[in-house]
């Protein structure tokens, strides 16, 4: 619930059963956040919690979601789908189950099961879950505006001689089948980002924002290398804009991807009544 209380310790422990060595889940940096809400956990980007809340924790007496459910509305936002920009070339994403991982790795007993470390990781948007900036972006504007999903366009309309031949109009494209309140609660979360959690800088603009943080992990092989994502949107009481930046091997999202976001929506406050 919206009051449901976990302590990031900054890592959780899972005992091997087979007398193997235990696996740690730990949180960026390992920093501990203390007791966190839904909506703080958002707002302090707190890895720790969505393990929980997505995978289950026997100390928190936390059960989890579990892989189905979060498959279930990881494809409710398309993320497995092409948006139908009008662009060549799109993806999809890819959002990972165990029916999926047993096809993909058939014959290879060890790696065609799925693990409890399969559910964290992709609890926190990590693992084999795919998604491209402009899912991100989507989905971004899918709780701005309270569940709707449109599809997106990179023209507003086409001309010949001055005179309209083409017009895009919004299209719906699909709907989030939570609650107002639900939704509510996260955007309270990212609106908290910006107040008091990873995304302070924004507060400098001349409007009010909402945001989300994200240091995505990509070589097994150096852990301190990661992708530095930012999404946000603007004003946070009657959005109007949203915005997701990128910046590859670029560390963290509130460091790299931040200042072009905030850089960004200062110009758009300044200059969005100009004809």
Do not use: C
């Not at 730990?26 to 920093?31: E, F, M, N, P």
């Amino acid at each position: 619930t919206p009051d449901t209380i976990i302590k990031d310790e900054g890592a959780i422990v899972i005992k091997n059963i087979y007398g193997g060595p235990d696996s740690v889940f730990v949180g960026y940096a390992r920093r501990a956040l203390g007791l966190v809400n839904v909506r703080q956990a958002i707002a302090l980007s707190s890895d720790i919690f969505f393990y929980i809340v997505g995978g289950g924790f026997g100390p928190a007496k936390i059960e989890g979601l579990g892989i189905e459910a979060l498959a279930k509305y990881y494809r409710m936002f398309k993320i497995d789908e092409r948006l139908g920009i009008d662009l060549a070339g799109e993806k999809a994403g890819l959002v990972p189950d165990p029916e999926w991982k047993k096809e993909y790795f058939a014959g290879d007993v060890f790696s065609e099961k799925w693990y409890l470390g399969d559910t964290y990781h992709v609890s926190i948007g990590q693992g084999d879950l795919l998604a491209s900036p402009l899912h991100v972006l989507s989905w971004t504007a899918t709780i701005a505006n309270g569940g709707k999903i449109f599809r997106p366009f990179i023209v507003d309309r086409v001309e010949k001689d001055g005179q309209i031949i083409k017009k895009n109009e919004p299209q719906i494209i699909g709907e989030i089948s939570a609650s107002p309140e639900n939704i509510q609660v996260v955007q309270g979360g990212m609106r908290e980002a910006v107040l008091s959690g990873t995304a302070t800088s924004l507060q400098r603009l001349p409007v009010s924002s909402a945001a989300k943080t994200g240091t995505a992990q990509f070589d097994a092989r150096d852990r301190n290398r990661s992708h530095a994502w930012f999404t946000a949107y603007a004003p946070f009481e009657n959005p109007e804009i949203a915005i997701t930046v990128l910046i590859e091997d670029a560390g963290e999202g509130g460091v790299s991807s931040m200042p072009v976001v905030r850089d960004t929506l200062d110009w758009w406050a300044k200059n969005r009544y100009r004809q």
